[in-house]
């Protein structure tokens, strides 16, 4: 944002100006205020004059209200009677008691008469891609669900080569600058069986290579998960690994896993990031006991940040349920998971500390494997795309 310089205006001696004409006439005052406002209200605010536009919609302005890691308020799932051309979105919101109102049913303002489907959600920002036909290729979009701007990221010249994409991820943190960088995992055209990257950024523009040698993962590169400044990327199944590509060094590494027991039906069950902390969690699905791991920022092991207990058998039935999502706070007695119930077709939501349970909503019904792998955090932002 331009220097703000203090405008103090001069009035005549028989003019009385009022407080608002005053903190409207003083433009670090007004943008202190505005910082406290709810994002949906901003929105609403744009419309006010020239000058407040010109000030909400201004990128810095935008970082500013993201100097705290904002936190998710809901989820959108796909729903389980859409249709794969035009898909829609069920809406599961935090807070029960004053649930905002859903960012979106469907994306059709995403100008795409194939529909748009949702695979990555990063700090307020989603990734999405439409359901091409057999003739069309694959179109890929930056979207901000908040103010429903959106950019089709360009093609790659690769894809003239039948370059066979495994993964695509977004990586985005509004702290560090208002520009994004999207990852792409392909087959290497040199290299049969080995994979490299493609790198695209907002701020430098076109698709490049990142890296000159080829490689070799067994993970799932479908499912990115952005923190730290990298992507993360884990196997659910057999032998776990990992893989994480820094993003300011362009360098692969590998982090630790945490231990699995020798029972096969223990597995991941969630892997994800919320305010600035990486999670995972892994149990058998014959048990309601189980921890929650979190990634130490330096990489040098997991620990177990939270141990779990969902025996309630007064209230639901534990033993058929999915992690949907862990979502933090700015206070440690703010966390909680986000459950789906799929026989019952409900949302619930478990508080980690106290152990309270509440029902957020009821949802469309699906096959709980669907929700495990598309559920997606809405966070409110303001950020250009």
């Not at 990128?59 to 308020?73: K, V, Y």
Request: hydrophobic fraction near 35%; glycine fraction near 4%.
């Amino acid at each position: 944002m331009q220097d703000i310089k203090l405008k103090i205006p001069k009035f005549s001696d028989l003019e009385q100006p009022s407080s608002a004409r005053i903190v409207d006439s003083i433009d670090d005052l007004l943008i202190e205020i505005l910082l406290r406002v709810p994002i949906r209200s901003l929105l609403c605010f744009k419309t006010v004059s020239k000058r407040w536009l010109s000030i909400i919609t201004n990128p810095q302005f935008s970082i500013l209200c993201h100097l705290n890691p904002n936190r998710a308020i809901g989820l959108f799932l796909p729903s389980a009677y859409s249709l794969p051309a035009k898909p829609q979105f069920d809406y599961v919101p935090f807070d029960k008691k004053n649930p905002p109102k859903p960012p979106f049913k469907n994306l059709k303002f995403i100008k795409d008469s194939s529909g748009i489907s949702v695979l990555q959600s990063c700090n307020g920002l989603i990734l999405c891609s439409n359901s091409p036909s057999r003739l069309a290729k694959t179109n890929y979009y930056i979207c901000n669900p908040t103010t429903k701007h959106y950019t089709t990221l360009p093609k790659s010249v690769l894809e003239t080569e039948n370059s066979k994409i495994h993964g695509i991820s977004l990586a985005f943190d509004p702290l560090k600058s208002p520009h994004y960088k999207v990852v792409c995992i392909r087959d290497s055209v040199s290299s049969p069986q080995h994979y490299q990257i493609e790198i695209y950024s907002s701020q430098t523009g076109p698709w490049r290579l990142s890296g000159d040698d080829p490689f070799i993962a067994d993970v799932n590169f479908s499912k990115g998960v952005y923190w730290n400044g990298s992507i993360h990327w884990i196997s659910t199944i057999g032998n776990l690994t990992s893989l994480c590509y820094n993003l300011d060094f362009e360098s692969l590494g590998v982090m630790p896993m945490p231990p699995l027991p020798d029972d096969q039906s223990t597995t991941i069950t969630y892997f994800g990031e919320s305010c600035d902390h990486l999670h995972l969690i892994k149990f058998s699905f014959s048990t309601v006991r189980f921890d929650v791991y979190e990634m130490k920022r330096d990489y040098s092991e997991w620990f177990v940040k939270y141990k779990v207990d969902l025996e309630h058998p007064d209230e639901l039935n534990y033993y058929n349920f999915t992690v949907l999502s862990l979502v933090r706070g700015r206070r440690e007695e703010d966390a909680f998971l986000v459950l789906a119930i799929p026989g019952d077709c409900k949302a619930m939501r478990y508080n980690i500390i106290d152990k309270t349970i509440e029902k957020l909503c009821d949802y469309e019904g699906a096959d709980e494997q669907v929700y495990f792998l598309n559920a997606f955090e809405y966070i409110e932002s303001l950020c250009c795309v």
